[in-house]
């Protein structure tokens, strides 16, 4: 049993980033990852015109429904949604596009949603940030992480993950939770970003999984002053209801033309070079943001994700 005042890490975790305070209740979630850990709508507008070339294509396979409900989910300060609408695709003549963000939003009910069938759930950087609980693999079974006054206790359980004995891993319970949620919600698709590996016993065996963010450095300490840093965890898909699609963010652009988006970008700004506007800076900025949103060792190897509700 757990010592009276112990809260078990996922309850630990959700007070640290939404209880009064929280890292993202507070505002700091706004400004303080993102300071030295963008995300890829905060690259730069390229995320977001890939994105929207990627809707488009849905768009089209779902036959041009007159009404696209488009749901960002877990929006942050709306980077995302404020390029895709930049970019203006064809399917923006249908969309329904919206922005949620439980940091940004009071009350969020998700059973008073807009109707989102045919529609597309967008979610990056979401599901890391769903809270988890830690479970340890020790000779005598397995054990779960329970936090009393920033020290771990670790408490028997009667979870078992597949993994080696003497190391660690998270149970995705909310992010599955979530994908189970946005597949009923009646979307067509859901696309998800997110660093992570295919298995649990992959993150277990490599670790590093549990990630903390300041404004100033990544940790592996979530135990310092509860709401000063974000607590993430790297997801693991076996964990996840099985996807209907799995690549990497870099293979996910690449397939949605980012090097043609680039090489536009290229050719604009060459051919404004002389007498360069804003336009032009923007288009020659496509060529940076490519660099940052491909890199196989950081953004372009996060992964992306889809499921597909079958019923549509
Ligand atoms: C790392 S940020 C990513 C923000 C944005 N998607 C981006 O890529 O820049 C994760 C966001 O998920 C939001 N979030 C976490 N849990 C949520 C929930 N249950 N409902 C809605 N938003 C949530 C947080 O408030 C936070 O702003």
């Known amino acids: 049993m757990p010592a009276s005042g112990s809260e078990r890490f996922d309850v630990y975790m959700e007070r640290c980033l939404y209880g009064p305070d929280g890292f993202y209740t507070s505002g700091r979630g706004s400004a303080g990852r993102r300071r030295d850990f963008i995300t890829s709508p905060e690259v730069g507008p390229l995320f977001g015109a890939v994105m929207a070339n990627a809707l488009d ?6 036959d041009r429904p007159s009404r696209f409900p488009v749901l960002d989910f877990g ?17 923006s003549a249908a969309w329904d596009l919206q922005g949620m963000d439980r940091a940004h939003s009071e009350g969020i009910d998700t059973d008073e949603w807009p109707d989102l069938t045919n529609g597309v759930i967008i979610a990056n950087e979401l599901l890391d940030n769903l809270s988890f609980r830690i479970v340890e693999r020790t000779p005598k079974g397995f054990a779960e992480v329970w936090v009393r006054d920033g020290i771990e206790e670790l408490i028997p359980t ?36 997110d660093y992570g590996m295919k298995t649990t016993s992959d ?4 670790g590093g999984w549990l990630r903390t963010y300041t404004s100033h450095n990544r940790g592996t300490d979530p135990y310092v002053t509860p709401g000063s840093v974000d607590i993430t965890t ?15 963010q870099a293979q996910f652009l690449s397939c949605h033309g980012i090097e043609n988006l680039v090489a536009e970008g290229k050719e604009y700004w060459r051919s404004h070079a002389a007498s360069p506007d804003v336009q032009a800076l923007r288009m020659r900025s496509r060529v940076s943001e490519a660099e940052a949103l491909l890199d196989t060792d950081g953004l372009g190897g996060w992964l992306a994700l889809r499921w597909d509700n079958n019923s549509q």
Do not use: Y
Not at 57 to 62: G, P
Not at 203 to 206: K, P, S, W, Y
Not at 243 to 248: A, F, G, I, R
């Open 57 to 62: 294509k849905l768009w089209e396979d779902l």
């Open 75 to 91: 929006s942050g300060p709306g980077a995302l949604v404020r390029s895709l609408e930049a970019a203006e695709p064809q399917c």
């Open 158 to 193: 009667d979870v078992k993950l597949d993994i080696p004995v003497g190391t660690r891993a998270p149970l995705l319970e909310a992010a599955r939770g979530w994908i189970e949620w946005a597949m009923q919600s009646g979307a067509a698709h859901i696309l998800v970003f």
């Open 203 to 206: 993150l277990a065996t490599r």
């Open 234 to 248: 790297d997801i693991a898909i076996d964990q996840l209801p099985s996807p209907d699609l799995v690549s990497t």
